[in-house]
């Protein structure tokens, strides 16, 4: 049974770090590219990031780039999102996926998800 886990989430100010962690397990996680989706309250699920199987290629929302930063340990079955200067509008759910058929930008291209962690951005 594959299970993603996220953990990190919390309630922060403007201009705070968060980093999110994922778990696997019951995959072979290096086989799998790895991305991070986030869900506003009251809007649809968007992409935020995507790291490939071996975490030497990513790609970033434009909205998030030069802030956030996704990494993965494959020896620790993790894939991890840095946030930086947090802003009122990165308030979301934040969910992890993994793909094994090459990296995607779309949630429906997604073989597996966690159930997500919240991040609160407000002063």
């Known amino acids: 049974q594959v299970q993603l886990v996220e953990s990190g989430g919390g309630s922060v100010q403007p201009g705070d770090s968060l980093r999110l962690s994922c778990a696997a397990s019951?995959?072979?996680?290096?086989?799998?590219?790895m991305g991070w989706f986030r869900q506003p309250p009251g809007q649809d699920r968007t992409f935020v990031a995507i790291?490939?199987?071996?975490?030497?290629?990513?790609y970033y929302a434009d909205s998030v780039k030069g802030r956030f930063t996704i990494s993965r340990d494959n020896a620790k079955n993790t894939v991890n999102l840095q946030m930086n200067d947090l802003k009122p509008d990165d308030t979301a759910v934040y969910y992890c996926?993994?793909?094994?058929?090459?990296?995607?930008w779309g949630e429906g291209e997604y073989d597996y998800w966690g159930q997500g962690t919240r991040v609160t951005v407000s002063s």
């Open positions: 019951g995959l072979t996680f290096s086989s799998y590219d």
């Open positions: 996926a993994g793909r094994a058929n090459g990296m995607a």
């Open positions: 790291i490939n199987k071996r975490g030497d290629n990513t």
